[in-house]
């Protein structure tokens, strides 16, 4: 607690008390508080008025089961969760992930972190966040299908377009939101569009919301790399995963003549000396659904696949890092080493993918470092956009909607930038995250009273 005011410290620990067994979540309070003592310094009665403890409480949390059959005829059960966090700002928003791993310590943080993410886009969206611990691996079409109308069932009666907006998230794509929307338009008898985004253009989603977060998380390190004259033209750049939000990095970095030389999944990664073949990927990966190593199989010449355990992505020389698979998957060590190779740029694509001693091993290295809530707004401020093309019965193209992702993304980062000026800490984009996005909620907050 050592880098945290003291007029904060009794709160933390509350929180910590009170939501034992939670560690990812305490990890997510605690970073946004090492930021705040600057801000109650010049604004003592946000103290008074508890809105630091109110914004670390939810506004409501949904524990449910799910139950659903099996290709065998078996009956399977699984825990949805949704932490509906903080609606200051707009309906709760925020998407649902499926993974083995799920549990309410892990949609708090992902939910606690979306209330600061949605702020900053400066559009009228609050923070929430849900799944389950059902895992997508390996199941049927008919599974997926009647897992995702078995969640809806439950879920349905909680959400609505101008209370609660899902959207996708790991394991929780396309295919994943036809089903949960399809469910809910059956159980309300309503076809309220913008109840959920990240839906297939042929029934009312917004073009370029599945490249939105990949290119988002770029425009934003393009940014941060602007500020000291440099670019991605030319640079070697690692992105790890090989979901949604790697592949469109991907593509993105490749536009702007970087050249992304590694990409991984759960199993391992490959290195690719001749840069990343983006098709070659995505067929791979999106098309066949299978491991990153038929990749290097495939790829044959200037490629190899290194297992899980057998080495770390980022100890690969780069000048530009992405991190764009889970949480804490970017170590100390990792950093360091990132430090060593001469890495210019962390872009922080996934959620948290930095541990908290990574982050202060590139800080103090005055590497130029996005964190996550600023670096990956762009896919749910798309969504915000998919749910302005709904409420006017409107759709943009694809350049039109990649303009403003452009132009958001532009603003975030130069309204953290400024905001960690202001605060004393300049080129500190986690101070300046942070406190931008937290200024915005209490204000609101503060204004609404104490509900
Ligand atoms: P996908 O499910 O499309 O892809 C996830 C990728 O990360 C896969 O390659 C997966 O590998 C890998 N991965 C997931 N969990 C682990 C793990 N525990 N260890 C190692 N690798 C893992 O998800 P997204 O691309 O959508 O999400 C990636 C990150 O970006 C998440 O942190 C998410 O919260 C964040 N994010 C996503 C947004 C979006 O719009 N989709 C918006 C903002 C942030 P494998 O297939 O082997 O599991
Ligand atoms: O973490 C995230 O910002 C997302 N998974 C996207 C949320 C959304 O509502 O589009």
């Known amino acids: 607690m050592n880098n945290i005011d003291e007029k904060l410290q009794p709160i933390l620990a509350k929180v910590v008390q009170r939501n034992a067994g939670e560690p990812e979540f305490h990890q997510a309070v605690h970073e946004v508080m090492e930021s705040l003592g600057r801000v109650i310094a010049k604004n003592p009665d946000y103290l008074e008025q508890a809105l630091i403890e109110r914004i670390c409480e939810p506004e409501r949390q949904i524990i449910f ?138 029934y009312g989603g917004s073009r370029a919301r599945t490249e939105a977060t990949g290119f988002g998380n770029t425009y934003f390190t393009k940014a941060m790399l602007e500020t000291r004259k440099s670019s991605f033209d030319g640079k070697r750049v690692v992105v790890s995963g090989a979901g949604n939000v790697a592949i469109h990095s991907i593509e993105k970095v490749q536009s702007f003549g970087g050249k992304v030389i590694a990409c991984s999944d759960s199993s391992g990664y490959v290195v690719d000396e001749t840069g990343i073949d983006l098709p070659l990927l995505q067929e791979i990966k999106i098309i066949r659904q299978e491991r990153i190593s038929e990749y290097a199989r495939l790829k044959g010449a200037g490629a190899h696949f290194v297992p899980i355990g057998k080495g770390s992505i980022w100890d690969l020389p780069c000048q530009v890092a992405m991190p764009s698979a889970t949480q804490n998957e970017l170590s100390g060590r990792d950093a360091r080493k990132l430090v060593q190779n001469g890495v210019e740029a962390v872009g922080e694509g996934a959620n948290m993918p930095c541990t908290p001693e990574a982050v202060r091993v590139l800080r103090k290295a005055n590497i130029l470092f996005g964190p996550g809530k600023a670096a990956n707004a762009g896919g749910v401020a798309t969504s915000a956009l998919e749910m302005q093309q709904n409420a006017s019965r409107d759709r943009w193209s694809f350049e039109q909607t990649e303009e403003r992702l452009a132009q958001i993304m532009q603003n975030i980062h130069d309204h953290c930038a400024e905001t960690a000026d202001e605060f004393g800490a300049p080129g500190d984009y986690v101070l300046g995250a942070n406190i931008a996005g937290f200024v915005r909620v209490a204000e609101a907050m503060r204004m609404l009273g104490v509900i």
Request: net charge positive; charged share 25%; proline share 4%.
């Open 65 to 202: 089961r799910i139950p659903w059959v099996d290709d065998q005829g078996k009956a399977q059960i699984n825990r949805g969760f949704r932490v509906q966090f903080n609606s200051a700002l707009g309906p709760y928003k925020g998407g649902l992930r499926f993974h083995p791993s799920v549990n309410i310590g892990i949609i708090k943080f992902l939910g606690f972190e979306q209330i600061f993410k949605n702020a900053l886009t400066g559009l009228p969206i609050g923070g929430g966040k849900g799944g389950s611990d059902f895992d997508p691996k390996g199941k049927s079409d008919g599974e997926i299908m009647r897992f995702c109308q078995s969640l809806m069932t439950e879920l349905f009666r909680h959400l609505g377009e101008q209370t609660d907006v899902p959207a996708g998230d790991i394991g929780v794509g396309r295919r994943e939101i036809g089903y949960l929307f399809g469910q809910y338009k059956r159980l309300s008898n309503r076809y309220e569009a913008g109840v959920i985004t990240g839906k297939a253009i042929a």
